[in-house]
T-cell receptor, first 112, second 110 residues
Framework: DTEVTQTPKHLVMGMTNKKSLKCEQHMGHRAMYWYKQKAKKPPELMFVYSYEKLSINESVPSRFSPECPNSSLLNLHLHALQPEDSALYLC???????????FGPGTRLTVL | TQLLEQSPQFLSIQEGENLTVYCNSSSVFSSLQWYRQEPGEGPVLLVTVVTGGEVKKLKRLTFQFGDARKDSSLHITAAQPGDTGLYLCAGGYTGNQFYFGTGTSLTVIP
């Protein structure tokens, strides 16, 4: 299995909602990542997990909360988001930090 | 500060033309990747280069890693509409963080 899967594909939420994005990989990769991407811009790194421990947090607002329940799963919990948080959220994994990354298809998030 | 600068930022060409995208940095990377991303989808890995001066070919795409491992280029021969997308270079330092370039948006007109 050489895939990174993400659910849901699309998500529309209000500013008072709580939702979660999910990511899964079965390639045995030990590093997993969350990125935020606006149209025609490069992905912006949000969080990095290495061996299930949070390795990098790029000064992301606390309304985004990552979780790594095990080596195959990565979640991003969302609460009290703002309209400017609307974007494509990408999950990726790699064998180790700074190795080539494999991306999921993304979750298109719209905050109303 | 952007570690990896890509040029051009936008490119619109006719089908059948050739093009080159550049990825430049003042930093030395242990490896460099090129990705292509279509709208609404995740980036797809095209190639990884690790050796200075390395050249890799993928059908009509030719990738080169600079001798000093600070820059790279992607050359597309006889572009097709299916080549349309956002091209991203990315560099990594072993055991450390991974940096994306500024991106090149390519449109190939039939």
């Amino acid at each position: 299995d050489t895939e990174v899967t993400q659910t849901p594909k699309h998500l529309v939420m209000g500013m008072t909602n709580k939702k979660s994005l999910k990511c899964e990989q079965h390639m045995g990769h030990r590093a997993m990542y969350w990125y935020k991407q606006k149209a025609k811009k490069p992905p912006e790194l949000m969080f990095v997990y290495s061996y299930e421990k949070l390795s990098i947090n790029e000064s992301v607002p606390s309304r985004f909360s990552p979780e790594c329940p095990n080596s195959s799963l990565l979640n991003l919990h969302l609460h009290a988001l703002q309209p400017e948080d609307s974007a494509l959220y990408l999950c990726a994994s790699s064998q180790a930090l700074a190795d080539e990354q494999f991306f999921g298809p993304g979750t298109r998030l719209t905050v109303l | 500060t952007q570690l990896l600068e890509q040029s051009p930022q936008f490119l619109s060409i006719q089908e059948g033309e050739n093009l080159t995208v550049y990825c430049n940095s003042s930093s030395v990377f242990s490896s460099l990747q090129w990705y292509r991303q279509e709208p609404g989808e995740g980036p797809v890995l095209l190639v990884t280069v690790v050796t200075g001066g390395e050249v890799k070919k993928l059908k009509r795409l030719t990738f080169q890693f600079g001798d000093a491992r600070k820059d790279s280029s992607l050359h597309i021969t006889a572009a097709q509409p299916g080549d349309t997308g956002l091209y991203l270079c990315a560099g990594g330092y072993t055991g450390n963080q991974f940096y994306f370039g500024t991106g090149t948006s390519l449109t190939v007109i039939p």
